[in-house]
């Protein structure tokens, strides 16, 4: 399975992100985790299209665009969709709970151009997936309650992932269309084999990154216990 590494910008350097973004890629990172607090959905407050906009230009893999994964604890979401679009988001994330209409807003980012994503806190239940599979191209998985950085990972969230991943591989052979599965708090070195081989396939992670020098070496790290792991 593919693997992909997605840093939360969360932890970086807010007072030089241009910079973070463009290191992160190069030190090996397949993708930029780009986190939307309202200080309403959640309580805190971080960044919003206008910090998307000015990062885009930074985010470059191999002399391409590098996906920027948007996943948005605000609400309402609806308003604030196309803005990510035009900022140049990739993937939208939204949180169930902070939409009064799911399949709509799935609607709405996909005309939007961009992947859809659905986020899982903790408590809630997959049976939201029951009717719109054929409209998320992602499903985040949270292994802490959403709202800040550097929380431990909460080990329920393996079988979260072990249920999502029959989901997605039975839709799949039912030729429906490809869908990630991303899990996002408290993935670090020493548990990220485990998080893959319960069916993770893009893994974020923000303290366990950028809380080192070594960006490089922690993501190769990672890499190596996923493939110690079979994942
Ligand atoms: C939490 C955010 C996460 C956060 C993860 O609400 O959604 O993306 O940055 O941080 P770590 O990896 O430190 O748990
Ligand atoms: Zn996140």
């Not at 035009?86 to 939007?112: C, M, V, Y």
């Not at 151009?113 to 659905?118: L, P, Q, S």
């Not at 072990?162 to 039912?174: G, L, N, Q, S």
Request: proline share 5%; net charge negative; hydrophobic share 45%.
């Amino acid at each position: 399975m593919a693997h992909r590494i997605a840093p939360s910008i969360l932890s970086a350097d807010f007072a030089r992100l241009g910079e973070e973004v463009k290191n992160v890629l190069a030190a090996g990172a397949d993708m930029i985790h780009f986190d939307v607090m309202d200080n309403h959905y959640v309580p805190n407050l971080t960044i919003g299209p206008m910090v998307c906009e000015a990062l885009r230009p930074h985010a470059n893999k191999d002399g391409k665009p590098a996906i920027i994964d948007v996943h948005l604890m605000v609400k309402p979401v609806d308003r604030i969709i196309p803005d990510f679009a035009k900022a140049g988001a990739n993937i939208i994330s939204f949180h169930p709970e902070a939409t009064e209409h799911i399949d709509r807003t799935l609607g709405l980012i996909r005309e939007q151009g961009c992947k859809a994503g659905m986020v899982f806190n903790p408590a809630t239940s997959l049976n939201l997936l029951d009717h719109v599979m054929d409209k998320v191209d992602l499903i985040l998985i949270m292994s802490v309650n959403p709202g800040f950085g550097g929380q431990k990972f909460i080990p329920e969230a393996l079988n979260k992932l072990r249920e999502a991943r029959k989901r997605i591989d039975a839709h799949k052979a039912a030729g429906g269309q490809d869908i990630w599965l991303e899990v996002d708090g408290g993935v670090k070195v020493d548990n990220i084999g485990a998080i893959g081989a319960a069916g993770a396939d893009t893994f974020v992670a923000g303290s366990a990154i950028f809380g080192h020098q070594d960006y490089a070496g922690i993501i190769k790290s990672m890499r190596a216990e996923l493939a110690k792991a079979g994942a």
